[in-house]
């Protein structure tokens, strides 16, 4: 395994939004673990809590680049704080289709989806009255479900589009 490739290995870190409200732990590339400040869960409704999710999610993916370019800059030996811009045709190419492209994930039992167009664009969806049935822990495990899920599509269709543009 490469440097790079064990550095984002054991990458992990977590966020928080709302004040502390609303924690998200990112561990094993792809498991994000939801948890909430004490009595939050039982006073918030979904709308509210939609938005707070996209908060989380923003700086969740953040932090995530934040700490993507740290590790570039170790294996490189050189500090790295952005991609190149695109040059040729195939690069040009993939950087539009790459800020088109959507990801998507879903619980598994259908309750929240979280949708996001090119890593900017965020999009989560709780079906009224979900609140009301699911206990803090099951939401938790629903989301942790629909964001790995995402997360897995996301570089899916980023693996796609690559062999698509460069073959």
């Known amino acids: 395994m490469s440097e790079l490739s064990e550095l984002l290995a054991r990458m992990q870190f977590s966020v928080s939004v709302a004040g502390g409200a609303v924690t998200g732990h990112l561990h094993d590339h792809d498991q994000v673990v939801l948890t909430f400040r004490p009595g939050y869960?039982?006073?918030?409704?979904?709308?509210?809590?939609?938005?707070?999710?996209?908060?989380?999610?923003?700086?969740?993916?953040?932090?995530?680049?934040?700490r993507y370019y740290a590790a570039l800059s170790t294996a490189f030996g050189r500090t790295v704080t952005k991609d190149p811009p695109p040059i040729g045709r195939r690069e040009k190419e993939y950087a539009a289709l790459r800020q088109e492209f959507v990801a998507e994930g879903r619980s598994a039992d259908g309750r929240i989806t979280i949708?996001?167009?090119?890593?900017?664009?965020?999009?989560?969806?709780?079906?009224?009255?979900?609140?009301?049935?699911?206990?803090?822990?099951?939401?938790?495990?629903q989301?942790?479900?629909?964001?790995?899920?995402?997360?897995?599509?996301?570089?899916?269709?980023?693996?796609?589009?690559?062999?698509?543009?460069?073959?």
């Open 143 to 167: 989301f942790r479900t629909a964001a790995t899920l995402l997360i897995r599509d996301q570089f899916a269709g980023i693996r796609t589009l690559k062999d698509h543009i460069y073959g």
């Open 41 to 66: 869960y039982d006073r918030v409704d979904e709308s509210v809590l939609e938005h707070h999710l996209v908060s989380l999610a923003r700086m969740m993916r953040a932090e995530y680049v934040r």
């Open 115 to 141: 949708e996001v167009r090119g890593m900017e664009s965020w999009r989560i969806r709780i079906t009224p009255g979900t609140l009301g049935v699911l206990t803090e822990a099951d939401f938790a495990e």
